[in-house]
DNA sequence: GACGGAAATTGAACTGAACTCAGGTTGATC
DNA sequence: GATCAACCTGAGTTCAGTTCAATTTCCGTC
């Protein structure tokens, strides 16, 4: 069924966790499209060929970050919200669940938000676009998660009946907006914004 | 005080409206990473280095999109608000205002969206950051819009008092986050989705 | 403790798209 | 029909990403 891409199995002196914590910090912080690519090299004390060992090229590196991130938030909705009947009550444990993120992930949520649409067009070469299918399926997956959370509120009367589709996917839509504009060092910390939204999450899909 | 850029008057032979709008479908349904600068420059039937009369850089053109973008999701807004007392009405029209676009505008609500993070970090030439210093006053005055809207309902006891920078934030958040999947030759109308946000909104700001 | 082989690394060379430069055309205005 | 600015071009430069051919490191095995 969902076939998860094998991690390739680290050999004891790998360096790709190395050189993949090195690229969320250079791509979050400096953006993608501006960090070189051997700057993240010398970041982890290898030459930029060395790279090539581990990720065929600059962008199947960054598909392979937007992959873990959406895997990771994918297992994090599940684990907060299989316990919970109540379809409120595990909206709002997915909400808040959505902003406990350590300042590593926020990186790597913004990585992968504002590089969302690499997942739309096809790759030419095969690693690449493993990684970006196998990204694509994460994407819909989340999405199925939260349209299926409202479809069974709204088939248990708790929330009144509307497109749970495209409701899902607003409510995904405002979550994610957060990372476009959040900051651990700005002034408004994460745990108000948490608040805030998980009321109107559940202002949006009640009556 | 707002000091618009002026736009370079243009003279009767003057190609620019033609490469801003060969842009617009490049970048919009290509991406801009993706799309050659060079593309841009046959559709439009000129050569490659002609663009830099117009141009500084493909990032300057593309900075130029997004500001035009930003001036006129601000003036439609305000068109759309101005007149109407009842902050709820106001923040129904404000909505339903920004989903009135043509395709065209939605290609460039894409791109705007697609590349915000460029407004961040300060550009090395002048025109550049010419732009991208006046793009993120727009936005600025964009949020302001949203927020003061707010403010107003809160003010008059039509909203219920809460952070209305953050929640003005989330709910532009919430808007925009459709011009990620929206695409014209998709199911789902845009009628459909600019009713759905247009209830979500008032809902989230609403008791 | 030499040996084979996979994993890891490297310096030098290649590629291609963005950009520069030095000059050439066009066309409105006098 | 001279002038001047706007407009355009072909030939070359740059630079980050990538490829290549070859070497080093490390581990298990004989």
């Known amino acids: 069924m969902a076939t998860r891409i094998v991690e390739p199995e680290a050999g004891p002196r790998s360096k790709r966790a190395a050189i993949l914590a090195a690229a969320v910090d250079c ?12 700057t993240v090299a010398e970041r982890v004390g290898i030459g930029q060929t060395a790279l090539y060992h581990y990720f065929e090229s600059k962008t199947h590196c960054l598909l392979t970050i937007m ?17 919970v009947e109540d379809p409120t009550e595990a909206l709002r444990a997915a909400v808040r669940a959505a902003y406990e993120v350590s300042d590593h992930e926020v990186l790597q949520m913004r990585i992968l938000h ?22 694509r399926k994460l994407v819909q997956l989340v999405e199925r ?10 088939s248990m009367g708790v929330f009144p009946l509307r497109d749970a589709q495209l409701l899902g996917a607003s409510v995904l839509g405002l979550i994610v907006s957060v990372w476009r504009w959040y900051r651990p060092s700005g002034p408004t910390p994460l745990a108000e914004v948490s608040e805030l939204i998980e009321g109107a999450c559940v202002r949006m899909v009640a009556t």
């Open 27 to 38: 791509f979050g912080e400096t953006s993608f499209e501006a960090t070189k690519w051997s």
């Open 67 to 83: 992959r873990l991130e959406l895997q990771r938030s994918h297992d994090k909705f599940t684990e907060a919200t299989e316990d």
């Open 114 to 135: 504002n590089h969302m649409d690499l997942l739309s067009g096809p790759r030419k070469s095969k690693r690449e676009e493993a990684e970006r299918v196998e990204a």
């Open 145 to 154: 998660d939260w349209t299926n959370l409202l479809v069974r509120g709204m």
